[in-house]
T-cell receptor, first 115, second 111 residues
Framework: DTGVSQNPRHKITKRGQNVTFRCDPI?????LYWYRQTLGQGPEFLTY????????KSRLLSDRFSAERPKGSFSTLEIQRTEQGDSAMYLC?????????????FGPGTRLTVT | AQSVAQPEDQVNVAEGNPLTVKCTYS??????LFWYVQYPNRGLQFLLK??????LVKGSYGFEAEFNKSQTSFHLKKPSALVSDSALYFC?????????FGSGTKLNVKP
């Protein structure tokens, strides 16, 4: 399968712990996006990269959240000092072109549960 | 501000009947509109998009969508529903390189 992959698929952590998620986009896609999805809602934009450059971050992304894409390939999303409100599905998507007309290809997501 | 509204949380339709899933949008500038489908335990899958041109757009699995600029709508349609079409459907608009998604509509197709 050459689609977008995300690891882990599920993560249960205790409040206050740090967690890191990984996304491997489709290899030739230079744009990578992170979203958060809660039950009954559509995905909400968090941040995106053009190659290794992080071009925009949502106001939803507090200082506890950080994302990297060091070599323009895979990306990581880290949440420090997790809170129960961080419980959600974290989705990664990639797209091949730079314009708004390109569709995105989504990974299966990482479901985070903070206890 | 950009936004997408899906007024129906759930749509029920019998297999073989036509289906419509509604979507309205608010965006500054030209809208780039998309439909995605989400099956349980799987990522969102792209169905179709409207960029410009013909208002009726055809996509995967027999789905189509009609863009109506005056009503700012982009409704998803299929002439004959299948049980396997049962899933969660999201409408989205891309504005300034960011996707804004609706809250989703659960489609139930009954045999």
């Amino acid at each position: 399968d050459t689609g977008v992959s995300q690891n882990p698929r599920h993560k249960i952590t205790k409040r206050g712990q740090n967690v890191t998620f990984r996304c491997d986009p489709i290899s030739e896609h230079n744009r990578l996006y992170w979203y958060r999805q809660t039950l009954g809602q559509g995905p909400e934009f968090l941040t995106y990269f053009q190659n290794e450059a992080q071009l925009e971050k949502s106001r939803l992304l507090s200082d506890r959240f950080s994302a990297e894409r060091p070599k323009g390939s895979f990306s990581t999303l880290e949440i420090q000092r997790t809170e129960q409100g961080d419980s959600a599905m974290y989705l990664c998507a990639s797209q091949t072109g730079q314009g708004a007309s390109y569709e995105q290809y989504f990974g299966p997501g990482t479901r985070l549960t903070v206890t | 501000a950009q936004s997408v509204a899906q007024p129906e949380d759930q749509v029920n339709v019998a297999e073989g009947n036509p289906l419509t899933v509604k979507c309205t949008y608010s965006v500054s500038g030209n809208p780039y509109l998309f439909w995605y489908v989400q099956y349980p335990n799987r990522g969102l899958q792209f169905l179709l998009k409207y960029i410009t041109g013909d208002n009726l757009v055809k996509g995967s699995y027999g789905f189509e969508a009609e863009f109506n600029k005056s009503q700012t709508s982009f409704h998803l349609k299929k002439p004959s529903a299948l049980v396997s079409d049962s899933a969660l459907y999201f409408c989205a608009v891309n504005n300034f390189n960011k996707f804004y998604f609706g809250s989703g509509t659960k489609l139930n197709v009954k045999p």
